[in-house]
Nanobody
Framework: QVQLVESGGGLVQAGGSLRLSCAAP????????MGWFSQAPGKEREFVAA????????SCADSGKGRFTISRDDAKSAVYLRMESRAPEDTAVYYC?????????????????WGRGTEVTVSS
């Protein structure tokens, strides 16, 4: 069982940047397509961004383009989500997800592995 562990969340002020990290041990961090999803209170889980397997590209939800950037460090088996210009509407639990086969997709059920999430609260 692959265990993904997110970190970097917390209570932050609007504006500025924040980087979330996801530790994806072993082969997962190097070869899986990795994604970030968010779930705000009372809402469904939503796609934020994803990075294809080694050598592939990235994709980002329209709502996050220009503000959210996903990157991966295969040597460290880690995936990151950098959030610029944080706003109160970014308040959510952010989940890291791993997809064994295929390229990035916005569909949460396509990802086989999930972390427990890291909570981000943005105050105005």
């Amino acid at each position: 069982q692959v265990q993904l562990v997110e970190s970097g969340g917390g209570l932050v002020q609007a504006g500025g940047s924040l980087r979330l990290s996801c530790a994806a041990p072993g082969r997962a961090g190097r070869t899986y397509t990795m994604g970030w999803f968010s779930q705000a209170p009372g809402k469904e889980r939503e796609f934020v961004a994803a990075a294809n397997q080694v050598g592939g590209g990235t994709s980002c939800a329209d709502s996050g383009k220009g503000r959210f950037t996903i990157s991966r460090d295969d040597a460290k088996s880690a995936v990151y989500l950098r959030m610029e210009s944080r706003a109160p509407e970014d308040t959510a639990v952010y989940y890291c997800a791993g997809k064994l086969f295929g390229s990035a997709t916005m569909a949460a059920p396509a990802y086989q592995y999930w972390g427990r999430g890291t909570e981000v609260t943005v105050s105005s």
